[in-house]
């Protein structure tokens, strides 16, 4: 018998989540049956979206259930299988994060491809789900032309750094925004034109209309409120406002100011679309093929913050809501 | 010499504009020189977007000047010609309106086809920049579906009345609202399967929740404020927002509240799109042919309210943003 700690929600926050609402449980695994496969997880990852999925409402998610562990993106290692299709040693990507080790039939499961120079935590962030979602976010929907302004706000985050980067590589001029000197910092060595600590900018509206003068073409909002304003007020005509996130609200306890100048939108004949990246399994193939490229020219960077321990899983989350990760949030576990 | 009465602009609104901003002049017009003719008009055109115009700033048309004549489109007939294109009697569509009379060169002049049972001032309205605005914003943004419910605020204006006629044509459900009883029986009358008062419902939220319980996959937007917001509350998955206009918002002193929930367009993955009928000027023919075809089988209903002279103008259109028009607004001049 194996056992695995897991990480259960306690009760549902209103507001910014804290430690009290989670809680660190043991649990012991059964020896996988038939069809089934017993996994020890080496990474798992905490993302923005998580917080949507604490709230008892009906979403493109099911909402967490109070009592029962958290669900989420894991990359781990095959320890035993009753599943021909798996042997031990496999990596495998799951949804049974947010626990040290499950069983599971290996249905649930995708065997990770080798891609060399890429470590296995690689396809929690720039090769997983934020990679996708950046990739599949900005061409599919942003359409970005040689020549054209984007703007990106999150811009350090596991995302948004990999939005930035991939505009880019597409021949854009590119303004992002962090909040800590240090993040913008990496935006510079990385590459991006306009890097702007929106924390310490006197005005955001005038940070970003300073660093690009003649507005901008593409708007990738990780954040919403205010810079979404700011987005809307420098958009040029035509403009895409790719919308992937609002972080800014996602803890609001109550309705949150709209932006105050959405009329832009008709005058300006702009498009403003929203997605989950889930809409874009399809296209996970061609992603990954083109970002292992990238990333094997050394056209792509990225930043990993690391926290050690499913004990450490709520500060990791926790930690998502002011800032404390540069690049994909991680928690280590074995 | 001829003379013609014309509506200047005296001075530039802060608010709803009123008889003062607005000013009755008589001037003389010299006979047409080479490539010229002389045109007096019949009906003109008032719209809400020439509120916008009223600012004194950039947008998507330059803005009117005070001490200038106001200019919108307008159907006349032709007077004397010296371009060979034109003969006395020749029907023709221009952007010379709020005057009576006009003489202008013949490139600037559009001859009106002859649509058989369509009076000439359809092609201010039906058949002219609102019909167009009305089939292109719902067609090329809404992309309705056989099925889909569409959802029309203003919906017994010139253009809300073609976009929801136009939706039950698509094989739609169709709710729309306005603003008196007498327009939501006309809504009913023309087929639309449910017609809302929002000045006496309750609840606009909850009236047109109960009339399409199960959300709205096309909205299209005259309106703004409010109805927004209800459109966001209950779109479905994928739904398009087309964002014609905001009227509730062009008189706005300060600024304007935007729409509290605009999270959802992430999490429903909505597209919001805005857009100047102009834009779509290239599909005018197939429009006219589609349209007149439906009009001439009897699918198309519309409605005029018809201000009598030159000096009605202004009355005209400070009357839009009462909603003292059902259906298209005109002013008959000749």
């Not at 789900?129 to 970005?144: D, R, V």
């Amino acid at each position: 018998m194996t056992t695995s700690r897991e990480i259960h929600l306690k009760s549902r926050p209103a507001g910014t989540p804290t430690q009290a609402h989670f809680e660190l449980a043991t649990v012991e695994l059964p020896a996988p049956s038939a069809g089934e496969v017993l996994v020890k997880n080496l990474y798992m990852s905490v993302d923005p979206y998580m917080r949507g999925r604490m709230y008892d409402r009906p979403s493109y998610v099911p909402p967490f259930q109070v009592g029962e562990v958290l669900q989420g993106g894991a990359v781990g290692e095959v320890v035993s299988s009753n599943d021909p299709g798996f042997k031990p040693g496999d990596l495998v990507n799951s949804m049974f994060g947010w626990r040290e080790a499950y069983v599971a039939p290996g249905s649930a499961l995708q065997k990770l491809p080798a891609i060399e120079g890429v470590p296995v935590q690689a396809f929690l962030g720039i090769l997983g789900m934020p990679g996708l979602t950046a990739w599949s976010g900005l061409t599919q929907i942003g359409e970005p032309k040689d020549g054209d302004t984007v703007f990106v706000s999150g811009g350090a985050g596991a995302v948004g750094s990999a939005v930035a980067q991939i505009a880019k590589i597409k021949g854009c001029t590119v303004v992002a925004t962090a909040g800590t000197d240090e993040k913008v910092a990496w935006l510079r060595s990385a590459g991006i034109d306009h890097a702007i600590n929106y924390k310490s900018a006197p005005s955001l509206l005038g940070a970003v209309r300073d660093a690009v003068p003649k507005g901008i073409d593409v708007y990738f909002d990780n954040v919403g409120g205010e810079h979404l304003e700011v987005a809307l007020e420098l958009a040029r005509p035509f403009a895409r406002l790719v919308e992937c996130g609002m972080i800014a609200n996602y803890n609001a306890t109550e309705p949150v100011e709209g932006p105050r100048n959405i009329m832009y939108i008709v005058g300006k004949s702009l498009k403003m679309q929203g997605f989950i990246v889930t809409q874009f399994a399809g296209l996970q193939t061609q992603f990954q093929a083109e970002m292992g490229g990238w990333i094997q020219q050394g056209k792509i960077r990225w930043e990993e913050t690391i926290f050690d321990g499913i004990a450490k899983a709520p500060d990791a989350f926790i930690g998502l809501f002011s800032g404390s990760n540069t690049g994909k949030m991680l928690v280590k576990l074995a």
